[in-house]
């Protein structure tokens, strides 16, 4: 099962706001993370990339 970290990327400094991400939904800027105990969280921004090797999403915001 691939689950992967997503951090966030703001004015210069990264961050941690999700782990165990199963599921990611984009709706404009507005992009939605599910973990696998199915618990939402919104952060604002773009997804600038994914590597699916290391489980790693970073979004910029």
């Known amino acids: 099962m691939c689950l992967s970290t997503v951090?966030?990327?703001k004015n210069?400094?990264?961050e941690k706001v999700c782990e165990?991400?199963?599921n990611v939904k984009t709706e404009g800027?507005?992009?939605t993370l599910t973990d696998?105990?199915?618990t939402e969280t919104e952060?604002?921004?773009t997804i600038k990339?994914?590597?699916f090797i290391k489980n790693?999403?970073?979004v910029e915001a």
């Open 12 to 14: 210069g400094t990264s």
């Open 29 to 31: 800027n507005k992009i």
């Open 49 to 51: 990339s994914m590597d």
């Open 36 to 38: 696998v105990l199915g």
């Open 56 to 58: 790693l999403i970073v």
């Open 20 to 22: 165990y991400v199963s």
């Open 43 to 45: 952060v604002f921004g």
């Open 7 to 9: 951090m966030l990327e």
